[in-house]
């Protein structure tokens, strides 16, 4: 197996784990070095969203230190948690992560 990126099995996140944990649609995300994990089939995979979707409807305020959102590092940017989904700056919009 050469997934180590998407999955593991040495650390079972949960409460007090240590990693910022997260409501994400009807399951909870943890930040975890850079990835982002959700239990799947009694293990944990990364939870990537594929494609580009773009989050709906207008934002009210820019996503950024301080803005209120809890922040978490993905890959080589910032996903903020809002209202169950995470959003990325992408250009002159926010996508779905
Ligand atoms: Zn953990
Ligand atoms: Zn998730
Ligand atoms: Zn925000
Ligand atoms: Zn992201
Ligand atoms: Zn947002
Ligand atoms: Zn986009």
């Given at each position: 197996m050469t997934t180590a990126n998407t999955a593991h099995t040495d650390h079972e996140h949960g409460d007090g784990c240590g990693h910022v944990a997260f409501p994400h649609g009807d399951h909870t995300d943890y930040a975890h070095d850079g990835h982002i994990d959700r239990e799947s089939g009694g293990g944990w995979q990364a939870c990537e969203v594929g494609g580009h979707t773009e989050a709906e409807g207008a934002h009210q305020h820019s996503h950024?230190?301080?803005?209120g959102h809890v922040a978490v590092p993905h890959a080589d940017h910032v996903d903020y948690v809002h209202d169950g989904s995470r959003h990325a700056a992408h250009e002159d919009h926010y996508d779905v992560h």
């Amino acid at each position: 197996m050469t997934t180590a990126n998407t999955a593991h099995t040495d650390h079972e996140h949960g409460d007090g784990c240590g990693h910022v944990a997260f409501p994400h649609g009807d399951h909870t995300d943890y930040a975890h070095d850079g990835h982002i994990d959700r239990e799947s089939g009694g293990g944990w995979q990364a939870c990537e969203v594929g494609g580009h979707t773009e989050a709906e409807g207008a934002h009210q305020h820019s996503h950024g230190a301080g803005c209120g959102h809890v922040a978490v590092p993905h890959a080589d940017h910032v996903d903020y948690v809002h209202d169950g989904s995470r959003h990325a700056a992408h250009e002159d919009h926010y996508d779905v992560h």
